[in-house]
């Protein structure tokens, strides 16, 4: 399994609707997760931190399920501007040991916004 | 404002050259890591450093080499052995490393290298 997995899609989107995508992460001892956003050619920007209980910011809501080892994004009343490639990516902290350390990056789903 | 700096943005490097990309950051961050990312792919570590004067390859680190004289700076060369390098390069620091602190990471605005 790989280390941070996502759907790369495109997710092709109405205007106004409501897309949800996940991300998947293999360690269990990942201690931080977030969501970047990406826009083409440009370097990624922090969306929003996501936490154990659930965090919503405007019409972004992100939720962190430690069981099943996942986290998702939820994006309400879709605009144009959303159109971008969006990154899980799952900081396993300074002490967890073995290998790269740090930030895992999934590669991206990229969401394309339809007028 | 304190902030992560690559310069330059765009770079073009000759085949048998080294180049160098810059990365300073003001924001007092401790650990500092370079990226690189290919057209529709993701972003794939290279080098990173969680302390001066000590850094840890990634995943893709050959051809390429770091140092971490200062905690400001993370220089990244790109060495004639990198066979590939025309990418997008990325530099990154990151907040508390430790416990479960916020770790947001920050990154520069990227280094676009191309080879002629």
């Known amino acids: 399994r790989k280390e941070v997995e996502q759907d790369p899609g495109p997710f092709n989107v109405p205007e106004g609707a409501t897309v949800a995508f996940n991300c998947t992460y293999s360690n269990s001892a990942s201690q931080s997760f977030f969501w970047y956003r990406q826009d083409c050619r440009k370097e990624p920007k922090l969306l929003m931190s996501?936490?154990?209980s659930g965090n919503e910011d405007g019409r972004f809501t992100a939720q962190l399920n430690r069981a099943s080892q996942y986290i998702s994004l939820l994006i309400r009343d879709s605009k144009l501007s959303d159109s971008a490639t969006y990154l899980c990516?799952?900081?396993?902290?300074?002490?967890?040991?073995?290998?790269?350390?740090?930030?895992?990056f999934g590669k991206g789903t990229h969401l394309i916004i339809q007028p | 404002d304190g902030g992560i700096t690559q310069s330059p943005k765009y770079l073009f490097r000759k085949e048998g050259q080294n180049v160098t990309l810059s990365c300073e950051q003001n924001?007092?961050?401790?650990?500092m890591y370079w990226y690189r990312q290919d057209p529709g792919q993701g972003l794939r570590l290279i080098y990173y450093?969680?302390?001066?004067?000590?850094?840890q390859k990634g995943d893709i680190a050959e051809g390429y080499s770091v140092s971490r004289e200062k905690k400001e700076s993370f220089p990244l060369t790109v060495t004639s052995a990198q066979k590939n390098p025309t990418a997008f390069y990325l530099c990154a620091s990151i907040t508390n490393q430790g416990g479960s602190g916020n770790t947001e990471a920050f990154f520069g605005q990227g280094t676009r290298l191309t080879v002629v």
């Open positions: 996501v936490y154990s």
């Open positions: 990516v799952v900081n396993r902290g300074f002490y967890s040991g073995g290998g790269a350390d740090g930030l895992t």
């Open positions: 924001l007092n961050h401790d650990a």
């Open positions: 450093s969680q302390i001066v004067n000590d850094f």
